[in-house]
């Protein structure tokens, strides 16, 4: 950078307007320091839309997709999917599509009251066109597929580098984790692989509308989302914004207590039909396991040993 440019930095240009005038990509600058020498900065980079990895990253996206799709479909057409995690789906986005309500034969209850997936309404209209298990199975493929995108889009960023960035993204769709949860029958929560993605990039570079937009995208996944974006609502008001982050915990506990205590209780009766998952009974048969026998609840999160049941009789774990 020419001397000249180095004074005006010293005036307090910014160096936008110095690398505008100078002809120069804004990749870096040079700023004067205290003892007179340059330093370098990196200001941000103008990266071209069609490039030679934007182009390889889109063919594997929708190579992923096409794969997983016709695999994910051989495996129904062959009986291989499970009526629980597939059918209950079908039949409630289906009834929904004939603006019945979603009751499910399988589960005797309302898909809603299972779980507030309400990003499954997205799915319905795909079903006025040409209903059939395609639909479950093609998003869910796309959904985790394009999980890559904001990987790719932060690793360009802070890496410099769309090759380095694409070796990221290669990563994330060839993950076994990820490949096997694409086969795993159909839940909504594949839809959380690029809508909490691009959350965090989002938060990452401090770009608060579409923040906003896969937050909010990513609690409509599921009522037990919150318990992912609460984190990064912490994460938020810790290193970016203290406002924004304290609102994302707020907003997503706020939504997860009214889909189950609001939503799902006047479905079905209770707010979840999940607590059997809690050992010792539920939240409250852990802190009386915690006070009463800590030693139980230890062994129980070591592993070393399953819980013991409570006697209904005496109340006592046999």
């Not at 006025?128 to 493929?141: E, L, R």
């Not at 691009?198 to 009522?223: D, G, Q």
């Not at 994302?248 to 799902?264: K, R």
Request: charged letters at 15%.
């Amino acid at each position: 950078m020419a001397e000249g440019t180095v004074e005006n930095v010293r005036r307090g240009q910014s160096p936008a307007d110095i690398l505008e005038a100078d002809g120069a990509p804004p990749t870096a600058i040079e700023t004067a320091t205290a003892s007179g020498s340059p330093e370098r900065h990196v200001v941000g980079r103008r990266w071209r839309w069609v490039t030679a990895p934007v182009v390889i990253l889109t063919v594997a996206v929708a190579a992923y997709v096409w794969y997983f799709t016709k695999r994910s479909l051989d495996m129904h057409h062959a009986l291989g999917t499970s009526s629980y995690d597939s059918a209950l789906y079908d039949q409630g986005m289906w009834l929904l599509s004939r603006f019945r309500s979603p009751f499910s034969t399988l589960m005797g209850r309302n898909m809603f009251g299972d779980h507030a997936s309400f990003i499954l309404l997205a799915l319905v209209p795909f079903y006025w066109v040409a209903p059939g298990a395609w639909i479950m199975f093609f998003f869910q493929s796309l959904a985790i597929g394009a999980g890559a995108v904001p990987v790719f889009l932060y690793g360009r960023k802070r890496l410099g580098s769309e090759w380095f960035a694409l070796v990221g993204a290669a990563t994330y769709l060839l993950h076994p984790a990820v490949s096997w949860t694409n086969l795993e029958n159909f839940h909504p929560d594949a839809f959380l692989g690029v809508f909490v993605g691009f959350a965090i990039y989002a938060a990452l570079e401090s770009r608060w509308r579409l923040y906003v937009v896969f937050v909010v995208l990513s609690l409509l996944v599921k009522e037990d989302a919150s318990l992912v974006i609460v984190p990064l609502g912490i994460w938020v008001a810790v290193k970016r914004d203290r406002r924004i982050g304290l609102i994302t915990i707020g907003g997503s506990i706020a939504f997860m207590l009214a889909a189950m205590y609001l939503v799902m209780r006047n479905l079905i009766g209770v707010p979840t039909r999940n607590g059997w998952r809690i050992p010792f009974g539920g939240p409250r048969g852990v802190l009386d396991t915690a006070i009463t026998n800590p030693t139980d609840l230890v062994e129980h999160l070591t592993g070393a040993e399953r819980p013991r049941r409570r006697s209904p009789a005496t109340g006592r774990r046999t």
